[in-house]
């Protein structure tokens, strides 16, 4: 009896050793099929993902009894009265976003709170780079496994391009995102949006396709057509030397609008661009600095700093470092480790 018991016991243990060796290459499994919206999630192979302590036992028994529907209904009221209690910023509050997405994936609200309360709300929180950087790559997550729920809506799509958008500031993926909304009725400022994106990229050929659509369909349209003359007065003659090769007449030429406006966003991108085409990376450098130094919001220009930063070998002060340069160079974000304690 008591061998048998010994080959039980190292039975249990060979697979314990076996669940956890493999652990790594599910997670990376996962990663790749629920996040990149390779294959729908589902809430069996998600639950190991978190630490499910805001479910009471009434909870659960509905959710067991086949009311996820209504668990997930109580669980979001819960969510409400830690909000008006001032808690609703904690961290552990995930814990209870979480478990509502795993009950009800279809329910696009908490999906979209979720991924606005890391990105934004857990955030601002912190000064380090880093945890900012963990903090956006877990709200885009969020966001993409909530579209890999449902993907034939155009909200999540756009949650997402906004966060790249306002929040990143990563332009190319707003773009990305923004375009995926138009593919289900949407609001009419999407297209707007798609311009505004590649204006600040800067890529003002794109812009002014984007803005010239939305004057087709709607000419009185005031904000794509202030948009159009300002590109077309301030940029565009500085933008077309830049296409001709003649980039020092180009640098001329954007430096005499910085003359009027030197604190000029756009303006400085666009000068900045012009350098990196011209193979003068120094220089772009210099400039995307400066415009991360007069807007403390130019993500943008923090962003490409970072970039060519490293690139070159330049040490960059802490305070130009940028959470989404530390978000591009992470393979896959760290697990947050969610204090255990229990919300009551």
């Known amino acids: 009896m008591k061998k048998q018991r010994g080959v039980q016991v190292v039975g249990w243990l060979a697979v314990l050793i076996l669940l956890v060796g493999l652990q790594p290459l599910s997670n990376a499994v996962n990663y790749r099929r629920l996040v990149l919206g390779m294959k729908s999630p589902t809430p069996l192979t998600k639950m190991v993902d978190f630490d499910p302590t805001a479910v009471t036992g009434v909870i659960m028994g509905a959710a067991l009894g086949g009311f996820q529907g209504v668990a997930a209904s109580m669980l979001w009221m819960k969510m409400e009265e830690l909000w008006d209690s001032g808690k609703g910023t904690w961290l552990e509050c995930l814990n209870v976003m979480r478990t509502v997405t795993l009950l009800d994936p279809h329910w696009l609200e908490p999906w979209r709170i979720t991924g ?4 934004y709300n857990l955030y601002v929180e912190t000064k380090d780079p880093k945890l900012q950087a963990i903090y956006l790559a877990k709200g885009l997550d969020a966001l993409k496994e909530g579209i890999s729920w449902n993907p034939n809506t155009h909200e999540l799509y756009l949650e997402l391009a906004w966060t790249y958008f306002d929040r990143v500031r990563d332009y190319e993926n707003a773009t990305k995102w923004f375009r995926a909304a138009l593919q289900f009725p949407h609001p009419e400022f999407v297209e707007r949006m798609i311009a505004h994106a590649y204006e600040r990229l800067p890529d003002l050929d794109r812009a002014l396709d984007w803005y010239d659509y939305c004057l087709k369909r709607n000419p009185d349209d005031g904000t794509a057509k202030g948009a159009t003359a300002t590109i077309r007065l301030r940029y565009l003659p500085a933008w077309r030397l830049m296409q001709a090769g003649k980039y020092d007449e180009a640098i001329r030429a954007i430096d005499r609008y910085l003359e009027v406006e030197p604190n000029g966003t756009i303006a400085l991108h666009v000068k900045a661009h012009i350098y990196e085409q011209a193979g003068r990376e120094r220089e772009a450098l210099d400039v995307w600095r400066l415009a991360a130094r007069l807007s403390a919001l130019d993500h943008q220009a923090r962003r490409k700093a970072n970039e ?21 160079q992470m393979q896959e974000p760290r697990r947050l480790e969610v204090p255990q304690r229990r919300l009551r």
């Open 116 to 119: 606005w309360h890391l990105a």
């Open 308 to 328: 060519l930063a490293a690139k070159l070998g330049v040490t960059l002060l802490p305070s130009e470092q940028a959470p989404s340069y530390y978000l591009e």
